[in-house]
């Protein structure tokens, strides 16, 4: 099947690269010059497992072209999917000004009967203003198709190839058969495609983020009381997780949730509620528990080192918003460096993917490291904040050696407080007590 993809970021590039895979002639198109004329030569924009060996082997067998000619790309597509991003608007709602704009050149550049699937994660009624855009030019017949984009960024690859279900909201039997047959190798394991009207497929990406983010906000605030009460948030998080009707995914206490999806898809979400005269109450409160969380980690430095942090030099461990990804958008590193900067302190970041996505935001106003270890040299704490598997188990004689105080804030609970101990690290981890108090204190530590 003839396949263009407008949009070739981190959701377009994939899809592109995963149907091209799977034998279809695809065409990914995009306005960024210089990011088309990268990936022709096989040079990703973006960090992702797997990918680039995707793109790579798919050009090289010609299913896979890049191009910066939108038109071209309508021209040549049966199907054509739209994949531009949809950033927050000042009111947070979602900004469709690209979606709008791809849109307006459809009618105009169109060869035959299409379908038009939206992937770009829009608010409901998207589809329908999409299609009065195309149909103000339109010279043959289109089919709207919804179909919200559930894959996770570090594992983007695995996710749209084996997804958990494929959502796709329809109106013709037209849409129904080419979407059907575009996504059947994809479930063959008996996963299911799901049929819908597009409204509600247009709801079902936001409900899914929305309660994806409830999940996590709920853990933290349920992790800063375990920390009042003397409880062990990961022997609450097994606890509850083991329950069949709660599950145990999303369920870890952090820094609070960034990246480029639930911040702005839950801001979107109640947006759309105050459009329709509702206030979404849990919703308001998950984003206003997320922007708290994210404050969480300068609170412990601060209970680690004194009120006082200027002149005080950080070591960050992580500044992508989730391990496997250069992703920054929205991530939590973000505010605390803004937080340590504005007290005074100074910081040295190490990551082991986004440290050119750092460079571009931060410039010069941090420093960074080439390693781990060399990030802690001189530095009065270590902060982890994003939860690389090369976090994990470090040495921590070396750690402690290092560091100027043997303070560790860890938003990620990657290490045993009792280890910390045994250690002498004076170490801070999110709703666990803290080294100094007497294991015999501990709650549930031995379970
Ligand atoms: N990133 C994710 O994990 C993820 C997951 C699911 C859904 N989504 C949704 O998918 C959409 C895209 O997200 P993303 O992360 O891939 O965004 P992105 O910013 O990485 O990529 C968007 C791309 O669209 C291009 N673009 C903008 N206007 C254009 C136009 N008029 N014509 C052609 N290209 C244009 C940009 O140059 C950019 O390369 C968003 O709606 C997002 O909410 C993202």
Request: net charge positive.
């Given at each position: 099947m003839n396949i263009s993809v407008v949009g070739t970021g981190y959701?377009?590039?994939?899809?592109?690269?995963?149907?091209a895979e799977t034998g279809n002639d695809v065409v990914c198109a995009d306005v960024m010059e210089s990011k088309i004329e990268n990936l022709k030569r096989n040079i990703l924009p973006i960090y992702e497992p797997g990918l680039e060996d995707l793109v790579e082997r798919n050009q090289q067998h010609g299913r896979l072209n890049f191009t910066t000619d939108i038109g071209a790309a309508i021209a040549s597509a049966d199907v054509l999917f739209i994949a531009v991003g949809t950033p927050p608007d000042e009111d947070g709602s979602a900004d469709l000004q690209h979606v709008l704009a791809v849109a307006r050149q459809v009618g105009k550049h169109m060869?035959?009967?299409?379908?038009?699937?939206?992937?770009?994660?829009?608010?409901?009624?998207?589809?329908?203003?999409?299609?009065?855009?195309?149909?103000?030019?339109?010279?043959?017949p289109f089919h709207m198709c919804s179909n919200p984009e559930f894959l996770k960024e570090g594992a983007?690859?695995?996710?749209?190839m084996k997804p958990d279900r494929v959502v796709l909201g329809v109106a013709s039997d037209f849409a129904r058969e080419m979407m059907t047959e575009i996504y059947a190798p994809f479930v063959r394991t008996g996963k299911p495609i799901i049929f819908m009207d597009?409204?509600?497929?247009?709801?079902?990406?936001?409900a899914a983020n929305g309660m994806l983010a409830t999940r996590i906000s709920f853990m933290n605030e349920i992790a800063n009381l375990c920390e009042r009460v003397g409880a062990n948030v990961d022997m609450v998080r097994k606890g509850i997780g083991s329950d069949s009707r709660i599950g145990p995914s999303f369920l870890f206490p952090g820094p609070g949730y960034g990246?480029?999806?639930f911040p702005k898809d839950v801001k979107a979400l109640v947006r759309t509620g105050v459009e329709m005269g509702m206030d979404l109450q849990i919703l308001t409160a998950v984003e206003q528990v997320n922007e708290r969380q994210k404050l969480r980690l300068a609170e412990k430095l601060r209970e680690a080192i004194g009120e006082d942090l200027s002149g005080i030099h950080v070591a960050m461990w992580g500044l992508a918003f989730k391990p496997?990804?250069?992703d920054m958008r929205d991530a939590p590193s973000l505010k605390l460096i803004e937080d340590l900067l504005e007290a005074g302190a100074t910081v040295c970041a190490h990551d082991p993917a986004a440290m050119n996505e750092a460079r571009h935001r931060l410039g010069d106003t941090i420093t960074y490291a080439e390693t781990n270890y060399d990030c802690l040299k001189n530095a009065d704490a270590l902060v982890v904040i994003t939860d690389w598997n090369e976090y994990?188990?470090?040495?921590?004689?070396?750690?402690?050696e290092s560091l100027r105080r043997?303070?560790?804030?860890?938003?990620?609970?990657?290490?045993?407080?009792?280890?910390?101990?045994?250690?002498?690290?004076?170490?801070?981890?999110?709703?666990r007590v803290k080294v100094e108090q007497p294991a015999a204190m501990r709650v549930g530590e031995s379970a």
């Open positions: 959701v377009g590039l994939v899809v592109g690269a995963c149907l060869t035959r009967e299409m379908v038009i699937v939206t992937k770009s994660t829009v608010p409901v009624g998207t589809a329908g203003k999409v299609a009065a855009e195309i149909r103000k030019h339109a010279k043959f983007a690859v695995d996710d749209f597009i409204a509600s497929a247009e709801m079902t990406k936001y990246g480029s999806c496997q990804t250069d994990r188990h470090p040495d921590f004689a070396r750690v402690k043997p303070v560790i804030v860890d938003g990620r609970n990657l290490y045993d407080p009792e280890k910390m101990r045994e250690h002498g690290i004076r170490y801070y981890s999110m709703g």
